[in-house]
């Protein structure tokens, strides 16, 4: 289905030529989102039930349920405060806090808002569980070896490796990453990117790094001049909504300056502590698969029918790693 | 203020050094905002109220208005749009339509959700004023001779010019654009882009180009595959946070399957139409200033205390132009 139809034209495309008759029509550009339907079973990568972080927040006005979840990264990227999130998420750290920021085409951010003591007259923290990790900054970006001095080039994938923030973007496992040589050219720095969706840990400032307890994510233009600056931890792969339609705050940097309005939290939660019913299950398109290859290039030049002008390019927050859910097995 | 700190610091830093004193430090490296601020009135350009296009929506749940004030390009981009539009809202035409989509991290989009007239069983359209031009897709961008042959870049200022979807963008008139090099090198086609905030017009298939009847926004990030193949028409400079915080419609494409989602929209108008003391006035930073280029290199290359790398770039939508409003001469 293409994209800024009139509503009467939508109405009448859906009464002219069902849907599932143009798929099967098979046509010669097809959209980025029918080459992923397309997709053989093997070109789908299971996503493991610890790898996933489920955030239930409180029901909205209306009495809906607002389950968010977040994929978690993969080795080797943030482990230390990955750990530390595995920690706060077994300890129930967050029941009971809330989201306390919403800054537009910027963060979403969540953690403890703190409690005015009347006592002492300090806002007073909630305690964070035993032996949480001190992360160092150079834990942001990951040396990497280049197999070869001279090949510099590890990806080369036309135009969409292209960036503005890096030397180079690429795709790992699953997950947009930016490249930068050394000094030292027989070394490469890698780094994951905030993209929309993305998963950051709040800090103060350097050289404190957080510790995974204050968390954020983006609901705007990539803020790429955060990478390597804070650590992602992840990404939002269902709910999204519920976080990106909250009422922006009123006050400094989004943060909502009338208690009311935040939005309590009731549980964050490893998926695979969760009863195995409740365990939502997803996959990820592998990032190496030939159909990958084809859905970024699809991305970059848009060529079915609503286009007459394919742009040549991409930038890799554009081309966002298709996720889906899948049954329980 | 620096970014992503704590609820605690925040308070902090609130109590132990007032934002002022903090300002007047003038930092060696001042942040973007900070550099904004410091500009002098001469670096400012008005808007025309002309040039202004005033949305009020219908009051939200708790009774507060909603106004969204989108600004008109300029020439020479989108114009024969830019008269329907002054049309459309000379007429009233938008009085009484919605919103009828949001879609995450895509767009949000108004217009004509048409009636469903049950004796003809089909979904009739308002109609629309006489007198509306068609533009030809031709005018998605616009052509402009190199001054000189041999010179093809007409503005390189570093790293933030370089761009997945052309060969160049630069601002110009205080807008983000786009530019690539002709066949024949003499001829540059430069056109307006898909960044956060931008307003264009919904479409049918091509060749319709859209009359400016239907119209969105971008409330993710950047699509910029849709540069050349819609024409933008605007951007929003104020009030986006009643936009891009609706709830994201149900239905395919984020439209609203439910009728009652839909936001009302109490009308459009012209600022220059409404009284002299409803008219907003706005002015946005000379993207020719030395302050300008400051911004974006300090955009670009974070050095205020927050962060420890900065990006060494950005891309075209993560440098938005400055726009403020100020109260009436």
């Known amino acids: 289905m293409n994209k800024f139809l009139s509503i009467a034209t939508l109405a009448a495309l859906a009464v002219a030529s069902p849907l599932t008759a143009q798929e099967t029509e098979q046509p010669e550009f097809p959209s980025p989102n029918a080459i992923v339907e397309a997709a053989p079973a093997s070109d789908w990568v299971k996503i493991a039930p610890s790898d996933l972080l489920v955030m239930d927040l409180a029901p909205d006005a209306e009495g809906n349920a607002r389950r968010v979840v977040i994929q978690l990264m993969p080795e080797p990227f943030s482990q230390g405060w990955i750990r530390n999130i595995r920690k706060l998420a077994a300890a129930h750290w967050w029941d009971g806090t809330s989201i306390n920021r919403v800054q537009d085409n910027y963060v979403v951010q969540w953690g403890d808002a703190g409690y005015d003591n009347p006592e002492s007259g300090k806002t007073e923290q909630k305690a964070l569980p035993e032996g949480l990790e001190t992360v160092p900054e150079s834990a942001y970006t990951q040396q990497i070896t280049s197999r070869d001095p001279a090949d510099t080039i590890i990806w080369d994938s036309g135009s969409y490796g292209v960036d503005n923030y890096s030397d180079m973007s690429l795709f790992e496992k699953g997950w947009p990453l930016a490249s930068q040589i050394g000094v030292d050219t027989r070394l490469r720095?890698?780094?994951?990117?905030?993209?929309?969706?993305?998963?950051?840990?709040?800090?103060?400032?350097?050289?404190?790094?957080?510790?995974?307890?204050?968390?954020?994510?983006?609901?705007?233009?990539?803020?790429?001049?955060?990478?390597?600056?804070?650590?992602?931890?992840?990404?939002?792969?269902?709910?999204?909504?519920?976080?990106?339609?909250?009422?922006?705050?009123?006050?400094?940097?989004?943060?909502?300056?009338?208690?009311?309005?935040?939005?309590?939290?009731?549980?964050?939660?490893?998926?695979?502590?969760?009863?195995?019913?409740?365990?939502?299950?997803?996959?990820?398109?592998?990032?190496?698969?030939?159909?990958?290859?084809?859905?970024?290039?699809?991305r970059a030049n848009r060529r079915d029918p609503f286009f007459i002008v394919p742009a040549g390019g991409a930038d890799i927050c554009n081309i966002p790693v298709p996720v889906r859910r899948v049954s329980a097995e």
């Open 189 to 298: 720095a890698h780094w994951p990117v905030h993209c929309y969706g993305a998963v950051g840990v709040g800090r103060n400032y350097s050289p404190d790094t957080g510790s995974g307890a204050e968390l954020y994510t983006v609901i705007g233009h990539a803020p790429r001049h955060l990478d390597r600056n804070i650590a992602v931890v992840g990404r939002i792969i269902e709910g999204m909504e519920y976080l990106s339609s909250l009422p922006r705050g009123k006050g400094q940097l989004g943060f909502y300056e009338d208690a009311s309005k935040r939005v309590p939290i009731s549980s964050i939660r490893l998926a695979c502590e969760l009863p195995t019913a409740d365990q939502p299950r997803f996959e990820y398109l592998d990032t190496e698969a030939e159909t990958f290859a084809k859905y970024a290039d699809a």
